[in-house]
């Protein structure tokens, strides 16, 4: 057989270009397909994007990339297990064939067009569109000049603020997305997701001394959010980082209090102890908490929260990507432990209730329960509280990238650390790793300050890279394995 | 398998630039159908299909700069708006660095052995996955679960096409299969270990090897012990020395080096990079290089090009604009944009013929018996993404590994290691054992002294 690269011409009534009711019959249809086929849940995913990504290097803009696509994902749950097919084609034929294959992945085979009987499915509710008023936002975003002005604004801040500058770097993507969720359970809803991301990077070297530093600024929902940018303020950050640590010294090896800013510091916790609460590890036997709910698993200072609900920040969300609305989940309330994240597929499984977090990055991925806007709920102390309160540590003002093993150990690179002598800041080292296990740092989190924050990022997982934010206030863990040199 | 009709694609394209008064271009398409299953416990988890189909298009606008769009909506309608999409980002275009077509672009390629396969069929792959976990948790009773699994086949196609009559097109069908079991005992931590095998078809795939290799690797972590902080002479597996060779790869790339990011500069190649018996090759036509293309995304041809021989940096890998900037032949690693990424495939790492300094044939348990802190025996490294800083030539990086002392191999509960790669690269010892090959190349185990271990400080 020979692809002629054409599949998306001969969608439903040519409905590709556009994710609304004209959709409700071609889609009854495909469900009711399913469900008279014998299978207990049938969902439609359909998505279209526009994507564009600007790179600013030195003064040149050195790279452009926009990118368009459509797709659906189609998933039919049978008892506990699940068929899921992904597909570019939206056309009639497409969708049915994405349908009878995942329907034959779990022995089930549709019925002949034409026979009797919905299988039960009662047809769709009422579209829920949670995107109509979001119809403007692309439209109200930058255009490519103005994008490219504005990060040419940021290289030049970095140059200006900057010393032994070998790479300076400023990024922008935005990330529109139009959902249409459809489900066997009367599920219709729409939504219109907008994401605006900023990074400014620099590679600072003196002759043998090289340090980089890096800063991301994200929002949802905010067109606005590259004009309303503050270039100068986040160039004199990236830059007074990287000043700082181009001569530090490496950081010896120990095990020491530390203490973790706010903002980006959030990353431990949504690595270490966020992905274990999730229904995925929970099936997958994978988490220490499974069967801890009510159970003390941090120390009383500790509560945390995942929720989709804050305003333009980057993991909230109207609808999750199975079409319900997110809440605001307690995990951990001073110290105990409240919920787990479920989507669809964890609900059934494990019996935890969905909680709005069903996710995935694109068409191409089975929603799975995922974090939003996760942070550690801020405490009554001062950050300088927590300092003081340190003899001999270490202080993460930036974090890097983390990551967590299937036996819950983590490790977390350090990207400007000082150390804490005396409960004062002395001098800033680098290399440090943050190396530990969940369930044994969660008790040693001892005090928490008044100084929230959340910062955007990337979390990588099952169901793909989505928004996320992490956040905390500045906290202090009473022992930790520090690696170094 | 599907077709991509190459010549339908060309024409359409012709149409709709000469429509837009585009007169050059390129474009790399690709397509693919992949199913793959999981497994949870003898029962199905997860089943997976996919159809995907891309497109990224290149044009150069009057000026001669060059914008780019992709799409994966193939349509008429999808084409000409990527067609105007990438005109209108030319606009952007930057004229110190613009890409032309590779003059390597229609060069002959070499012919690569690689089979294609009918697809197996999903339920087939999940009777043979559900096989290899059952037959994987009766190895041992600590082996609870397989938490991460699955089994998966892959028939795809991908195509350059350029204004200029170049056409490269190659099919392929790829299988794999990975089984990652949890060992756990009463009153111990939990130990966690895996294999992977990768072929052209779901039938040629080695499941029975891949189901005694993570049996092993996790059964023989349960005896688990802390590691005191130290610094330790340190014998890297051939998968964890070609993931942290790859990890610092910006070290032999040229994008990097005119970047500024890279550690090496114009001036290094012939300077002496590591111990003068080191050699390092880029071959992505090994044929132990599963899914090899024979050209890259410019359609250049793949070729070996050593990198280091004798310890001295020979050749940077290169796209078509970074080797005119260069003064060089294009090398086969590029990827296709409007900055054109460079990366290396498959590498070959080893002693250098003929030259002297290698210890060679180490023996590990014989060097561990010799008193001291002993050996630490490093099978494979995690969280390359967090712990390595390409541009400074820093990593600490947690693993999973042995301390080898007084004739006896014990695992270690947990630790990290760290150092800097031009010292690593300056510490090695020598090498033990045959090069194996491995996914992401040949290599032996490599033997470096001095490096920082972390663990029970």
Redesign the interface.
């Known amino acids: 057989m020979v692809v002629t690269l054409s599949p998306s011409s001969a969608s439903p009534s040519g409905l590709a270009d556009r994710f609304d009711q004209a959709w409700r019959s071609p889609l009854e249809s495909l469900l009711g397909l399913g469900s008279a086929a014998g299978a207990d849940l049938v969902e439609v995913f359909l998505e279209r994007t526009d994507h564009l990504g600007v790179l600013a290097e030195q003064e040149r803009i050195t790279s452009v990339s926009p990118a368009f696509g459509t797709g659906a994902g189609i998933r039919v749950f049978l008892g506990e297990r699940d068929g899921f097919v992904s597909t570019n084609d939206l056309s009639e034929a497409g969708l049915r064939r994405a349908l009878e294959q995942a329907l034959g992945m779990l022995g089930l085979a549709a019925p002949s067009l034409g026979a009797s009987g919905l299988g039960g499915f009662d047809g769709l509710a009422s579209l829920r569109d949670f995107g109509a008023s979001k119809a403007p936002w692309l439209g109200a975003c930058p255009t490519l000049a103005e994008a490219t002005t504005r990060l040419l604004e940021g290289t030049d801040q970095l140059e200006r603020q900057g010393a032994h500058l070998q790479a300076r770097r400023g990024s922008y993507a935005r990330d529109w997305q139009e959902v249409l969720v459809a489900a066997s359970d009367g599920t219709f809803a729409r939504d219109i997701r907008l994401h605006q991301s900023l990074g400014l990077t620099v590679l600072a070297a003196d002759g043998e001394h090289r340090a980089s530093a890096g800063r991301r600024y994200g929002s949802s929902g905010r067109p606005e959010h590259l004009a309303q940018w503050d270039v100068e303020a986040s160039a004199l950050e990236v830059c007074t980082s990287a000043g700082t640590m181009l001569y530090s010294d490496y950081v010896e090896a120990c095990q020491v209090p530390v203490v973790l800013a706010n903002r980006f510091g959030g990353v431990i916790f949504h690595e270490a102890c966020g992905h274990l609460l999730e229904t995925t590890q929970v099936e997958r036997g994978t988490t220490p908490f499974a069967d801890q709910v009510g159970e003390l698993i941090a120390h009383e200072a500790v509560t945390a929260i995942d929720e989709g609900l804050s305003e333009g920040a980057f993991g909230s969300l109207s609808m999750d990507d199975e079409g319900m609305e997110p809440q605001r989940t307690v995990l951990i309330e001073n110290g105990v432990l409240r919920r787990f994240l479920s989507d669809r597929a964890g609900e059934r499984r494990t019996g935890h209730e969905r909680t709005g977090s069903g996710r995935r990055q694109s068409h191409a991925f089975a929603a799975a329960s995922r974090m939003r806007n996760t942070y550690i709920a801020a405490g009554p102390h001062s950050p300088a509280e927590l300092i003081a309160s340190v003899e001999k540590g270490l202080y993460c003002k930036a974090m890097g990238g983390g990551s967590v093993g299937p036996t819950g150990q983590f490790n977390f690179a350090v990207e400007e650390g000082y150390l804490i002598e005396d409960g004062q800041l002395t001098k800033p080292v680098k290399g440090a790793t943050l190396i530990g296990e969940a369930k044994e740092v969660m008790p040693r989190i001892s005090m928490c300050a008044n100084d929230l924050e959340l910062a955007a990022g990337f979390c990588g997982s099952v169901s793909g890279s989505i928004f996320v934010t992490v956040g905390q206030p500045h906290i202090k863990v009473d022992s930790i394995t520090v690696g170094g040199r | 398998m599907?077709?991509?009709?190459a010549p339908?694609?060309r024409s359409?394209i012709e149409t709709f630039a000469q429509a837009q008064a585009i007169g050059r271009w390129d474009l790399g398409?690709a397509?693919s159908n992949d199913s793959s299953v999981q497994v949870?416990r003898g029962?199905?988890?997860?089943?997976?299909?996919?159809?995907?189909?891309?497109?990224t298009v290149r044009v150069w606008n009057g000026d001669g700069l060059v914008?780019?769009?992709?799409?994966?909506?193939?349509?008429?309608?999808?084409?000409q708006?990527?067609l105007a999409?990438?005109q209108?980002?030319s606009?952007?275009?930057?004229p110190?660095?613009c890409p032309a077509f590779s003059p390597l672009a229609t060069a002959p390629l070499q012919v690569l052995e690689q089979p294609l396969h009918e697809p197996r069929g999903?339920?087939e792959l999940l009777t043979s996955l559900k096989d290899a976990e059952r037959q994987l948790l009766d190895r041992h009773p600590a082996l609870?679960?397989v938490?991460?699994n699955g089994l998966a086949e892959r028939s795809s196609e991908r195509l350059y096409l350029n204004s200029d009559g170049a056409c490269r097109q190659q099919q392929l069908t790829t299988a794999s299969v990975y089984l990652?079991a949890?060992a756990e005992q009463a009153g111990r931590?939990?130990?966690?270990a895996g294999a992977v095998r990768l072929a052209y078809g779901a039938s040629d795939l080695d499941l029975a090897g891949c189901i005694t290799e993570a049996a092993e690797r996790t059964i023989a972590h349960l005896d688990y012990a802390p590691i005191p902080?130290g610094h330790y002479t340190v014998v890297f597996s051939p998968e964890a020395f070609l993931d942290l060779i790859g990890a610092f790869s910006s070290l032999f790339n040229a994008r990097a080096v005119l970047?500024?990011?890279s550690l090496s500069s114009r001036n290094s190649l012939g300077q002496s990079l590591a111990v003068p018996f080191l050699s390092i090759a880029d071959n992505g036509l090994h044929p132990g290089n599963i899914g090899a293309s024979n050209f890259d995304g410019e359609g250049t041809p793949t070729r070996r090009l050593s990198l280091v021989e004798g310890g001295v940096l020979q050749n940077f890998l290169h796209s078509e604009a970074t080797a005119r900037a260069f003064g060089v032949a294009p090398t086969g690693h590029a990827g296709l944009?409007?900055?054109v990424s460079v990366g290396p495939d498959w590498f070959e790492i080893g002693a250098t013929p003929g030259a002297a300094g290698a210890a060679l044939g180490l023996d590990r348990l014989a060097a561990s018996s010799q008193g001291g802190a002993g050996l630490v025996l490093i099978d494979s490294l995690?969280?390359l993404?967090?712990?390595v800083?390409a541009?400074?030539?820093?990593f600490?990086l947690?693993f999973d590994g042995w301390l080898l002392q007084g004739g006896e191999a014990r695992s270690i509960e947990?630790a990290?290691v760290?150092?800097d790669i031009r010292s690593l690269l300056k510490a090695i010892v020598g090498f033990e054992g045959e090069a194996k090959v491995t996914p992401d190349g040949l290599c032996p185990h490599v033997w470096v002294e001095g490096l920082?271990i972390?663990g029970?400080?």
């Open positions: 599907d077709k991509l009709d339908a694609l359409r398409a397509s949870d029962e199905a988890k997860q089943m997976k299909a996919a159809q995907r189909s891309s497109i914008g780019i769009t992709s799409t994966s909506d193939l349509s008429d309608s999808g084409l708006k990527a999409g990438a209108d980002a606009a952007f275009g930057n110190d660095d999903i339920l609870t679960t938490p991460y990652y949890r931590k939990p130990r966690s902080t970047d500024g990011v944009g409007a900055k995690s969280a993404h967090a712990g800083k541009s400074q030539g820093s600490s947690p947990a990290t760290a150092g920082s972390t029970e400080a």
